[in-house]
């Protein structure tokens, strides 16, 4: 698998985020396809830098093509991927878990269904193994693999999931049908990207 190019992730941050639709993600070995993304700028009231940089946040302010890993409710780690406008990053919501399955089971556990595995920013960051240690680190050098997909699958975009403000924009994209999507796109809000553009 080749790496995408580091000037892949200095486009706008909604462009990534679709583009990364397909991609291989890799941590150590283990890993496998994005099927759902969401966008985020420091215009977007949502997004963690939209009141400025933090220590927290940092690492969105940083080189694109960099990760921005943060801890929500104590308790779970979600990976984000810093694009070119500072303050822009594209949150990794869920992959189909194809490479180190054994892996992936032993951390998030045997009894639970292949589709749960990596069904959500919490579950996919146990699953790889992702915590604060990655937070700023490059997409670009291991242990990340970070690789283009074969071919441009369709994508269904919808509103995003578990915030408050700015929950109306469509600005969650995903892999249209997927089984391993986090949640289903509600049928009212659908639209292809050939449609967005």
């Known amino acids: 698998m080749t790496p995408l190019p580091p000037d892949f992730y200095v486009q706008d941050v909604d462009r990534v985020a679709q583009a990364l639709i397909g991609a291989t993600l890799l941590v150590d070995g283990v890993g496998g396809v994005v099927v759902e993304t969401e966008a985020y700028d420091v215009a977007d009231p949502a997004s963690h830098s939209f009141a400025g940089r933090t220590p927290r946040n940092a690492a969105m302010f940083g080189p694109a093509g960099h990760a921005y890993v943060y801890r929500i409710y104590g308790l779970h780690y979600c990976l984000n991927i810093v694009c070119g406008t500072p303050g822009s990053a594209v949150l990794i919501r869920a ?85 391993w999507l986090s949640r289903p796109f509600p049928a009212d809000h659908i639209a292809t990207q050939q449609d967005q553009a």
């Not at 589709?115 to 490059?138: E, F, K, Q, T």
């Not at 990340?144 to 109306?168: C, D, H, M, Q, Y």
Request: proline letters at 11%.
């Open 95 to 179: 992959i189909e878990p194809q490479h180190g399955i054994e892996r992936i089971r032993a951390r998030r556990g045997i009894t639970m269904r292949d589709r749960d595995l990596c069904a959500g920013p919490g579950r996919l960051c146990a699953a790889l193994g992702i915590d604060l240690a990655r937070d700023g680190a490059s997409l670009s050098s291991p242990p990340f693999l970070l690789a283009a997909g074969a071919s441009a699958p369709p994508i269904v975009t919808g509103p995003r999931i578990g915030i408050t403000r700015a929950a109306e924009r469509p600005r969650r994209f995903g892999w249209m049908q997927s089984p």
